[in-house]
């Protein structure tokens, strides 16, 4: 057990439609990374949150975005949901933002996304 | 462009026996190399961190080597065991004042008794 929780486990949805991925981070860690991993793409590096401020973009598409809150919790919304959009979504944190250091990461059990 | 490269995509071993997975890279500026271990369905679980002016780094029976002057490093298992049967993830950081990643698309092991 990583220390970083994600809801719902499994999420099953149509084309259009929207849908919010919840992560907690272990406890003290500041950082929060959200990845899509897909069977034709592999992991993908979606954004960095760093204690409530957006620090880093990836592969994230317009339909999507994120929030961390005061209470380091973070959110990954996506809407107008294409069957593309399926894919297993990880959250991450480690305890700072400096990401060019050693910063080991800690992934969550992920959320399974069915967009049918 | 940053790739990662890894080979070979798949393995099969009996049990008790070594492997080494290989990565290549042309990412630029590099800042660190990882390997992760990623069971299926669940989250990727980190092997060893390794810097530019690190060699070698060990996590158990798990050795990371790298190589920056080529470009190449390899994840070396000792005495493989059942429970080794994962796929094994390498991702190199760039450097620079924001987190870079860029992933392989991973070596599949399976360790067969």
Not at chain 1, 27 to 35: F, K, N
Not at chain 1, 44 to 68: D, T, V
Not at chain 1, 98 to 109: E, H, N, S, W
Request: hydrophobic share 30%; aromatic share 10%.
């Amino acid at each position: 057990d990583s220390g970083v929780t994600q809801t719902p486990k499994h999420l099953i949805t149509a084309t259009g439609q929207r849908v919010t991925l919840r992560c907690s981070p272990r406890s003290g860690d500041l950082s929060v990374y959200w990845y899509q991993q897909s069977l034709d793409q592999g992991l993908q590096f979606l954004i960095q949150y760093y204690n409530g401020e957006e620090r880093a973009k990836g592969n994230i598409l317009e339909r999507f975005s994120a929030q961390q809150f005061p209470d380091l919790h973070s959110e990954l919304n996506l809407s107008s949901l294409e069957l593309g959009d399926s894919a297993l979504y990880f959250c991450a944190s480690s305890p700072q933002g400096v990401q060019d250091r050693k910063q080991t990461q800690y992934f969550g059990p992920g959320t399974r996304l069915l967009v049918l | 462009k940053n790739q990662v490269e890894q080979s070979p995509q798949s393995l099969i071993i009996l049990e008790g026996k070594n492997c080494t997975l290989q990565c290549n890279y042309t990412v630029s500026p590099f800042s660190n190399l990882r390997w992760y271990k990623q069971d299926t369905g669940r989250g990727p679980v980190s092997l060893t961190i390794m810097t530019f002016s690190e060699n070698t780094k060990s996590n158990g029976r798990y050795t990371a080597t790298l190589d920056a002057d080529t470009k190449q490093s390899s994840l070396h298992i000792t005495a493989s065991q059942l429970s080794d049967s994962a796929s094994y993830i390498c991702v190199v950081i760039s450097s620079g004042g924001s987190y870079i990643p860029t992933f392989g698309r991973g070596t599949s092991l399976i360790v067969h008794p």
